[in-house]
DNA sequence: TGTACATCAGTGAACGCGCGTTCACTGATGTAC
DNA sequence: TGTACATCAGTGAACGCGCGTTCACTGATGTAC
């Protein structure tokens, strides 16, 4: 068994929790990041603290949920169990910064829909860059993404809203191209389409090895995925029934 | 906290493992459920494996996965942990079973899609038939379906198996469709795009909750999935890049 | 039909590891004057 | 600039619960003759 290690900092950061609006974010309040004996962090707690935080992810991403261990996540960081539970009252509570830490990187994503045109074969390439920036994106923060569906899946009102927030942007930004495509003529709420379209990526990326049993390469998979959003955008009639 | 029991017993039945081309189904092999010390089990200790498969779905349908207890399967079974370890050799074991269980099921929802018309308005239909047959499925297995998705996506192979062996008859079915309705002018293999849309269902079924932060109906997001499979079954043209 | 034997089925009780959690303490850092 | 004090930061060591797991045993069921 490997000995996985986050002893290497990062630059410190400070937390950012997003507004319940889920538009503007503001720096986390002090005293919600107040440690659990009443201490208030400086710049040396912090940088403890995203440590914990960061090697969280590292161990999520490397063994299952199942066996994350709060002494793991303190191995890992170098540090002792005592140390975790001055700026974490529990497991789930770090989950929940892992997951937050997350809601910016998801807002990243939204230039690659409102910067682009969605109509005619350009809406084409536009699907195409959205499936692959999104890919992307899975890639770098899979262990969070899986987490936090998992739990949102689970019933947790704390990860549900999570997850919406990181996908909130999204989400918004492909409604209102939606909107600017088909106008009055479309006959799905856009925010329901858009909804449908981004939870979709998610879903994709993770299971991406589970075509394989089927003898389908990804890369065909990835063809789908670029026109139902394709479709899902522009709207094609369908049949009155 | 409540005690959940599981002691009123279903009929016996004798759990059935699928082929692992996933077409046709045999028995499980005798000495596959072999007792873990060698014994062979007749009806009452099937009855008694069966009962712990149960309660074990209970469980995780009451309580997050990440706190599913061998000691709990077999309180709520009312019998011993070392009941449990005669037809059990851990936690996921028993979770292969259950999911062993769900393969049978999924193919049932087979014929909501090969005993359909997918042309012309009558392809709407049959796209609203599906996405309401899959909720349904996903409502009364949603604990199997949420545990082998964490499973799959976490990497475990055999639990990815079990996954595509779920998913496997109604994939193919509507691939089938595909090809029927589009013949040569598919510009996406039939199966990819069956794997898309199929995949899609328990992302959507999963995350019905999800949309209320965003005020969408879950029945808006409905009418776009049944859209979304329509299109995806009858591939309307894409402009060409 | 009855008896003896083989095997299936179930479990009480215990063991021990590992993990969550805490306390009392030392060391580091910052700042007031 | 130096000293004293307040507060931040970190941890060694321990405690104890709970869970996984096993063993040696009793009871139930089936069947051979």
Known sequence: MSVITCLAG??????IV?????????????????????????????????????????????????????????RAAGTSPATFYQYFVDLETVLLAVAE??????????????????????????AEALVDGFLDFYRTHRPTLRVVDLLSTEGDKRFRHLRTLILNGMTKALAA????????????????????????????????MGFEAWDISFAEVREA?????????????????
Request: glycine share 10%.
């Open 177 to 208: 191209e939606i909107t600017t495509v088909q106008g009055d003529a479309a006959e799905v709420e856009p925010m329901a389409m858009a909804g449908a379209l981004i939870g979709m990526l998610p879903q994709m990326a993770g299971h991406q």
């Open 225 to 241: 995925m670029i026109r139902l959003i394709y479709w899902g955008v522009t709207g094609p009639k369908v049949p009155k029934r």
């Open 10 to 15: 990062p630059p410190v950061t400070i937390a």
């Open 18 to 74: 997003a507004k319940s609006d889920g538009a503007s974010r503001t720096p986390h309040d002090v005293a919600a990041l107040r440690a659990v004996d009443g201490r208030v962090p400086g710049r040396r707690g912090l940088a403890t603290r995203q440590r914990l935080v960061e090697c969280t992810i590292g161990l999520l991403g490397s063994s299952s949920y199942r066996d994350l261990k709060v002494t793991d996540i303190t």
């Open 101 to 126: 830490q997350t809601v910016e990187e998801g807002q990243r994503l939204v230039e690659l829909i409102s910067q682009r045109a969605w109509s005619g074969p350009a809406g084409v390439d536009s």
